[in-house]
């Protein structure tokens, strides 16, 4: 029987372009399959598949900020990993990736918890936001698209790549 090998995973942040442009990728592939047999057979299994694949990307990114809470827990030694990782980024002096990451932190939260704590501190920033939020009155919805779910931030594909990119950027800061 051979001796196992001792595996170890590479790093978080090697591995988290990685995966998130394969797994849009494999979401876009997909949505363009069902988009065109939309045109064909317009009924509710098609366009429930459709929102599967939004919601798929909504579901990728708080998966990454989880993933990542949990690695900086287990290399800062710590129960917060994100406090942790924003008091680090203070006291190096990189205040505009603390604050980005403090936005895309909350942007998670919300996507999570919806209305809350979270909510009101980023209606309060709203404009300076890097993505876009549904403010109080307004929505999303554009007329004819049956892709749409019910999310309170714009999860599409550029605002997950800016997770990934993020969460390499404070790794990268806070783990080096």
Do not use: W
Not at 99 to 104: D, G, M
Request: net charge negative; hydrophobic share 40%.
């Amino acid at each position: 029987m051979p001796m196992p090998v001792n595996y170890q995973m590479h790093a978080f942040q090697d591995l988290l372009f990685r995966s998130t442009s394969f797994t849009l990728n494999a979401l876009k592939s997909l949505n363009n399959e069902l988009l065109d047999s939309l045109g064909e057979l317009a009924n509710t299994t098609v366009i429930k598949n459709l929102q599967m694949v939004q919601l798929q990307k909504v579901i990728l990114a708080v998966g990454m900020f989880s993933i990542f809470d949990s690695e900086l827990q287990k290399s800062l030694s710590c129960k917060n990993g994100f406090i942790k990782a924003r008091e680090i980024l203070y006291d190096k002096g990189e205040i505009k990736l603390k604050n980005r990451f403090e936005y895309f932190s909350l942007a998670i939260n919300i996507l999570k918890h919806g209305q809350g704590r979270s909510y009101e501190t980023l209606i309060q920033n709203y404009q300076l936001l890097p993505f876009e939020i549904i403010t109080p009155g307004s929505s999303f919805f554009k007329e004819g698209d049956v892709t749409e779910v019910d999310t309170l931030i714009k999860v599409d594909d550029k605002f997950v790549m800016n997770c990934a990119e993020l969460l390499t950027q404070v790794s990268k800061a806070v783990l080096d």
